[in-house]
T-cell receptor
Framework: AQSVTQLDSHVSVSEGTPVLLRCNYS??????LFWYVQHPNKGLQLLLK??????LVKGINGFEAEFKKSETSFHLTKPSAHMSDAAEYFC????????????FGSGTRLLVRP | DAGVTQSPTHLIKTRGQQVTLRCSPK?????VSWYQQALGQGPQFIFQ???????QRGNFPDRFSGHQFPNYSSELNVNALLLGDSALYLC??????????????FGPGTRLTVL
């Protein structure tokens, strides 16, 4: 069965400093992995996705993630945090049954200090 | 393109009542999935509809049921509401023809409060 574990429930950074949000996955197959962001009172937005092409995936708003099979990790990074990045971030793996349902991690709340 | 729309935005019900939530998928999408997001948690898959049939179901009781219409819009029904059903209900649309790699587009959700 597929699952994801987000290693930090909260991450706090200063504006202009790097962001690292950690995610480990478990999958019997080569997974499809995603990062979604959820701003308060808004729907989920896809940041980026890994679908077995390049292991370094670039997303929107300067975010990127690297798929590391040997470490079963898919950490999300950004070189310089902006105040508008404060939100809840979800690491997601796609189920391998016919629905390709999304299996979410528990989320990491990113706080950005001025 | 209006994207995925959901109605109502907020809903307050009492225990034992029944509720219907509605979703219109993004233009060109034929598949609708429903997720429940309890406070402070990640969304959990309820079920998915394609070609007006339930294709997959998560670990939710039969009190949760759904429907998909010929225009691909969908309804989520919950009977005999419990306090624990209070959550944000998210609808996501996608295109079945693009297999596992397609993005699921989410609506803003319906916030259900059960008193």
């Amino acid at each position: 069965a597929q699952s994801v574990t987000q290693l930090d429930s909260h991450v706090s950074v200063s504006e202009g400093t790097p962001v690292l949000l950690r995610c480990n996955y478990s999958s019997s197959y080569s997974p499809s992995l995603f990062w979604y962001v959820q701003h308060p009172n808004k729907g989920l937005q896809l940041l980026l996705k890994y679908t077995s092409a390049a292991t370094l995936v670039k997303g929107i708003n300067g975010f990127e993630a690297e798929f590391k099979k040997s470490e079963t990790s898919f950490h999300l990074t950004k070189p310089s945090a902006h105040m508008s990045d404060a939100a809840e971030y979800f690491c997601v793996v796609s189920g391998m049954d016919s629905s390709y349902k999304l299996i979410f991690g528990s989320g990491t709340r990113l706080l950005v200090r001025p | 393109d209006a994207g995925v729309t959901q109605s109502p935005t907020h809903l307050i019900k009492t225990r034992g009542q029944q509720v219907t939530l509605r979703c219109s998928p993004k233009s060109g999408h034929d598949t609708v999935s429903w997720y429940q997001q309890a406070l402070g948690q990640g969304p959990q898959f309820i079920f998915q509809y394609y070609e007006e049939e339930e294709r997959q179901r998560g670990n939710f009781p039969d009190r949760f049921s759904g429907h998909q219409f010929p225009n691909y819009s969908s309804e989520l029904n919950v009977n005999a509401l419990l306090l624990g059903d209070s959550a944000l209900y998210l609808c996501a649309s996608s295109s079945m023809g693009l297999a596992a790699y397609n993005e699921q587009f989410f609506g803003p959700g319906t916030r259900l409060t059960v008193l």
